[in-house]
């Protein structure tokens, strides 16, 4: 009986086209490119233009220069989530008819002024991982007739995950397979510390956590390797997974360039901007050897 071809690993690069590519970004697109080879398995590049009062196509085009110029290669054809924001909106419906999500009509700088009260009190905010001040309760508390009141207003709002709710019906402990630059094997995924995470805003029709376990699904992706900036937000990203029924890749959080400062390198750091760099006289090869590769 002939046997049936093995299915290759899939890698996939995904820069956001919301400023210009930098050594941070050279390095997580090269450790791609490289485990990718070592595997024997695809390169794929997504462009994450979701949030479009961000992304511009000057830096995209930009993107494909600077991305060629430091010997990646990637399959075509490239697939930009602008394109697909249907798959995004039903992976949201199905979370809906399940009744976890809620319309969050609190503006940023409402929480804000919540936080800064409720801290001036002297009482702790809760925080996500990455430093934010986690969602008010309000609107997920809010009674129905309220919210529909609120809902025919017109008044702008977001949609976000009822992460008690989510975490109950998934019932089960989350975890992921880690191969990366800081704690590896098998790691427990947090998801309640992201607390009630954003699943689409009024000018932004899907999150970035809803739209890229979306196209990693459905791009087959087997491999996520990304900065270690991210590692956190895998746990919830293995949470949608599990709600939508998607399964998990395995991951690679790699070390980060930082800037002078000591900070992560920021798309505004001219200095360490490829296109920059490229314009100095730098070669490739220097590219390399600025990333310790
Ligand atoms: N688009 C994200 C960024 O530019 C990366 C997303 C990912 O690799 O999961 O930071």
């Given at each position: 009986?002939?046997?049936?071809?093995?299915?290759?690993?899939?890698?996939?690069?995904?820069?956001?086209?919301?400023?210009?590519?930098?050594?941070?970004?050279?390095?997580?697109?090269?450790?791609?490119?490289?485990?990718?080879?070592?595997?024997?398995?695809?390169?794929?590049?997504?462009?994450?233009?979701?949030?479009?009062?961000?992304?511009?196509?000057?830096?995209?085009?930009?993107?494909?220069?600077?991305?060629?110029?430091?010997?990646?290669?990637?399959?075509?054809?490239?697939?930009?989530?602008?394109?697909?924001?249907?798959?995004?909106?039903?992976?949201?419906?199905?979370?809906?008819?399940?009744?976890?999500?809620?319309?969050?009509?609190?503006?940023?700088?409402?929480?804000?002024?919540?936080?800064?009260?409720?801290?001036?009190?002297?009482?702790?905010?809760?925080?996500?991982?990455?430093?934010?001040?986690?969602?008010?309760?309000d609107d997920r508390e809010r009674?129905?007739?309220?919210?529909?009141?609120?809902?025919?207003?017109?008044?702008?709002?977001?949609?976000?995950?009822?992460?008690?709710?989510?975490?109950?019906?998934?019932?089960?402990?989350?975890?992921?397979?880690?191969?990366?630059?800081?704690?590896?094997?098998?790691?427990?995924?947090?998801?309640?510390?992201?607390?009630?995470?954003?699943?689409?805003?009024?000018?932004?029709?899907?999150?970035?956590?809803?739209?890229?376990v979306v196209d990693d699904a459905a791009q087959?992706?087997?491999?996520?390797?990304?900065?270690?900036?991210?590692?956190?937000?895998?746990?919830?990203?293995?949470?949608?997974?599990?709600?939508?029924?998607?399964?998990?890749?395995?991951?690679?959080?790699?070390?980060?360039?930082?800037?002078?400062?000591?900070?992560?390198?920021?798309?505004?750091?001219?200095?360490?901007?490829?296109?920059?760099?490229?314009?100095?006289?730098?070669?490739?090869?220097?590219?390399?050897?600025?990333?310790?590769?």
């Amino acid at each position: 009986m002939p046997s049936r071809p093995r299915q290759k690993p899939v890698f996939r690069f995904a820069p956001s086209p919301n400023g210009f590519l930098h050594l941070g970004h050279a390095l997580s697109a090269l450790i791609n490119q490289k485990m990718a080879q070592q595997a024997d398995g695809r390169l794929l590049l997504r462009i994450e233009d979701i949030d479009q009062t961000r992304c511009r196509p000057d830096f995209e085009a930009e993107f494909y220069r600077d991305l060629a110029w430091i010997g990646l290669a990637w399959e075509e054809p490239v697939r930009r989530q602008s394109e697909h924001l249907a798959d995004y909106a039903a992976a949201l419906r199905q979370l809906e008819d399940r009744g976890l999500i809620y319309p969050a009509f609190l503006t940023r700088s409402e929480v804000k002024a919540r936080v800064t009260e409720a801290e001036g009190d002297g009482q702790a905010w809760p925080r996500d991982p990455d430093g934010a001040p986690l969602y008010p309760a309000d609107d997920r508390e809010r009674g129905e007739k309220e919210r529909r009141q609120l809902l025919s207003s017109g008044l702008r709002h977001a949609l976000r995950l009822d992460m008690a709710k989510a975490l109950t019906l998934v019932g089960q402990s989350l975890t992921w397979q880690e191969t990366g630059d800081g704690e590896t094997g098998t790691i427990a995924a947090d998801a309640a510390s992201w607390g009630d995470v954003i699943l689409s805003r009024s000018d932004a029709p899907s999150s970035y956590h809803l739209s890229v376990v979306v196209d990693d699904a459905a791009q087959g992706v087997t491999h996520v390797v990304r900065g270690l900036d991210l590692y956190h937000a895998t746990a919830v990203h293995r949470l949608l997974q599990e709600l939508l029924g998607l399964s998990a890749p395995l991951y690679h959080h790699h070390r980060l360039i930082l800037g002078s400062d000591g900070r992560k390198l920021s798309k505004s750091e001219g200095a360490t901007g490829l296109a920059a760099l490229r314009a100095a006289g730098r070669s490739p090869a220097d590219i390399g050897r600025l990333l310790g590769l």
